[in-house]
């Protein structure tokens, strides 16, 4: 009972550089002569992309490839060879053939970028290995699983992260530095959401429902939500000095899918007849333990083209900001002229985030508005330094909880449900991470 309480301790209130860098045996300096060996697990389009966001990294040797599938995971192996690095070895036999890569002692570290119906279970089996975590979103679909990530996490002295590319959009990073100079005042509301029409995944080419379309499938409610929730919890605090406190969650019918796979299959292929679950739009209210509410969208079926696939607005009582029509505009109250707004880029001189004043030229081209850049360099230099992680189990849980709690709500005709505090009540002392560059 008493150690138990103590790890809880020591991971929530984070780790202090000298105390993690001793825990994992190593120290800042030591750190730029070894090199960090790390695994890969899923070479779909996704995990091909951060395999080549990591061979970019310095001090970075790739040596594990696992996909189920043979000829993606020799294409791995390919691209790490092709980087001028030793061939890795490649785990493919079955599903759970990566455990076997996690029994290596030489690697470090892993990436996972499976579907997301695999991301918690991989993930608490590479934290028990006492392998470092970088995970795809979501981090899980279940309550079921967020308790068991936490849980892991907290049971070993390995750094989890959740791998959200869009906290780290330059636009967003630098409403996160208004933020924390206070240029928002107190905050009352917040919107965001992820539209983006994605019916073009949910099946193969032959009519074979993906991991994309199982998952639409079997579950209903917010099913895709920490792309659109990530940035707005970071400017809230949410889990350092705030906390999610309920939500409710109400849903369309389905119909956009199925008229999808009609137009592409025909109405007599099985592909037709999928009894789809989640429905088009789904829109889900988040009221916090301060009192600020969140409006948060979903719709990945949906006929519409593209505007911008995810959008934010932040409303403070001295400040607001939207993006809502792919155009970045912020109102600060006695700075902007009247009733008029400004563009945030006239602004980004001065409130630029540290992390894109020092990076902005690595980061760009990285793929998702340099997202996918600094999600790996801060994984890595998490490790590297022993500081806390930017988005740890906690944050991931409770961002991922919205699939789960949302699901419930709508099975419930809206009845509002409670967020667990995966924090333990560290929410109120916590601080915020993603300041740090």
């Not at 061939?87 to 029994?103: H, S, V």
Request: aromatic residues 10%.
């Amino acid at each position: 009972m008493s150690s138990k309480c103590n790890r809880r301790k020591f991971v929530q209130l984070g780790m202090a550089a000298g105390v993690a860098a001793a825990v994992q045996g190593m120290s800042v300096a030591s750190a730029e002569e070894k090199p960090l060996r790390i695994g890969v697990i899923g070479m779909g389009n996704r995990g091909t992309h951060l395999l080549n966001v990591c061979l970019k990294e310095p001090g970075i040797e790739v040596a594990g490839i696992c996909d189920i599938r043979r000829d993606a995971m020799r294409r791995g192996i390919d691209l790490v060879d092709q980087a001028g690095q030793k061939r890795p070895a490649g785990y493919y036999y079955d599903q759970f053939d990566y455990r076997r890569m996690l029994t290596r002692d030489d690697i470090e570290a892993v990436v996972i970028a499976t579907p997301m119906q695999w991301h918690t279970t991989m993930a608490v089996d590479a934290l028990k290995a006492r392998k470092h975590v970088l995970s795809e979103v979501s981090a899980t679909i279940t309550l079921e699983e967020c308790w068991n990530l936490v849980h892991a996490a907290e049971e070993t002295d390995r750094i989890y992260m959740l791998s959200e590319n869009c906290c780290y959009y330059r636009s967003n990073m630098a409403v996160l530095n208004m933020v924390s100079q206070g240029i928002f005042g107190d905050f009352t509301y917040a919107e965001c959401g992820y539209v983006h029409d994605c019916r073009y995944l949910d099946f193969t080419p032959d009519g074979k429902l993906t991991w994309r379309g199982e998952l639409a499938r079997d579950y209903i409610g917010n099913l895709y939500p920490t792309h659109a929730i990530g940035p707005v919890a970071t400017w809230l605090g949410i889990n350092r000095g705030d906390r999610f406190e309920s939500l409710v969650s109400f849903t369309t019918r389905q119909a956009g899918r199925t008229v999808n796979a009609i137009k592409k299959f025909g109405k007599d292929h099985p592909a037709a007849q999928t009894p789809f679950s989640v429905g088009d739009s789904t829109t889900t209210l988040i009221r916090t333990a301060k009192g600020a509410m969140i409006d948060l969208r979903y719709d990945t079926a949906s006929a519409r083209p593209v505007l911008n696939t995810t959008y934010y607005g932040l409303q403070g009582t001295t400040a607001s900001y939207d993006d809502r029509d792919n155009v970045q505009r912020i109102w600060i109250d006695g700075r902007s002229e009247g009733e008029k707004w400004d563009s945030l880029e006239t602004l980004l001189t001065e409130f630029e985030h540290p992390l894109w004043q020092r990076l902005r030229e690595q980061a760009e081209g990285s793929g998702h508005s340099g997202g996918d850049f600094f999600v790996v360099h801060e994984f890595f230099d998490t490790i590297r330094t022993g500081r806390p992680s930017p988005i740890d189990a906690y944050d991931a849980a409770t961002w991922s909880a919205v699939i789960g709690l949302s699901g419930k709500s709508i099975r419930e005709g809206g009845r509002p449900q409670e967020f667990p505090d995966f924090t333990g009540g560290a929410w109120k002392t916590r601080k915020q991470t993603l300041l740090m560059g």
